[in-house]
Nanobody
């Protein structure tokens, strides 16, 4: 059974940094793509960034490109989201997700972690 557990959320001032981690367990993720999403109450969940576990290639939304970095740690079976130059509009619940490389939708989700950026 796939389990994704996020950690590292919290309160930070605008311009600051936070690092989120996602511990993945339950299977081998070598053929999976890991994604980070965020959601604000009343709005749709938004893609933030993703990484191919096998190749390490990454993709980002335009709103975070150049500020956020997704990385993986094969030894620890974890994925991280380094967030720099945070803005109040980055405030959201952040979710880690996983999808098999041959599928387009993410089927496995973590419980989410709150990130609040104060102005």
């Amino acid at each position: 059974q796939v389990q994704l557990v996020e950690s590292g959320g919290g309160l930070v001032q605008a311009g600051g940094s936070l690092r989120l981690s996602c511990a993945a367990s339950g299977r081998s993720f070598s053929n999976y793509v890991m994604g980070w999403f965020r959601q604000v109450p009343g709005k749709e969940r938004e893609f933030v960034g993703g990484i191919s576990w096998r190749t390490g290639s990454t993709t980002y939304s335009d709103s975070v490109k150049g500020r956020f970095t997704v990385s993986r740690d094969n030894a620890r079976n974890s994925v991280s989201l380094q967030m720099n130059s945070l803005k109040p509009e980055d405030t959201a619940v952040y979710y880690c997700a996983a999808r098999w490389i041959g599928e387009s939708s993410y089927k496995h989700w973590g419980q989410g972690t709150q990130v609040t950026v104060s102005s």
